[in-house]
């Protein structure tokens, strides 16, 4: 019986391949957004995380700012801010994204969310998306064009500006 050491192509290491992904294995998957029609660089191509974990990063800011202020006014608890925050951030994601199709996050790192059918995201779609947002969960599930269970439940995709 086999060490498990050895085997596959070229004597590689069985587990460089599951642990490297389907690439390691010799699977092409293509790039990031082509299967959606993207352009592979510039203006209308997937996002990378870099650019949307720096968005996210500057309008959960945005949002603690703003119920932080609150809190102060109102005589808020800890958990009543932090409750806040994630209202805020909601509130924030689901009214610029539905009406401009950016947050301020995005807007500074130069990423818009767009629908794939065209035109703007919209209200309703934009409510699904950030609700989907804020449960986390579905945002930590990507697929390979850098899509979020959000942005797939929502028919969008983050793209450069």
């Known amino acids: 019986m086999s060490s498990g050491k050895q085997g ?23 790039r990031p957004g082509e299967r959606l029609g993207l352009p592979a660089e510039g203006s209308g191509s997937a996002a990378g995380y870099g650019r949307r974990l720096g968005a996210l990063f500057i309008d959960w ?4 700012l703003i119920s932080t202020l609150l809190t102060r006014v109102l005589d ?4 009543q801010r932090s409750l806040t925050t994630l209202a805020v951030f909601a509130l924030m994601s689901w009214i610029l994204v539905g009406t401009a199709g ?3 996050g995005k807007g500074v790192t130069g990423i818009r969310v767009a629908r794939l059918g065209g035109g703007p995201v919209g209200p309703v779609w934009a409510l699904v998306r950030a609700v989907l947002l804020v449960l986390v969960v579905p945002a930590m599930i990507w697929d390979r064009d850098y899509r979020g269970l959000h942005d797939r439940a929502a028919d969008t995709v983050v793209v450069n500006r």
């Open 76 to 79: 808020w608890t800890p958990s």
């Open 61 to 64: 800011v945005i949002a603690l």
């Open 8 to 30: 596959g192509p070229g004597g590689q290491r069985w587990t460089q391949t599951w642990l490297g992904g389907a690439r390691s294995a010799g699977v092409d998957l293509g």
């Open 102 to 104: 950016v947050t301020i």
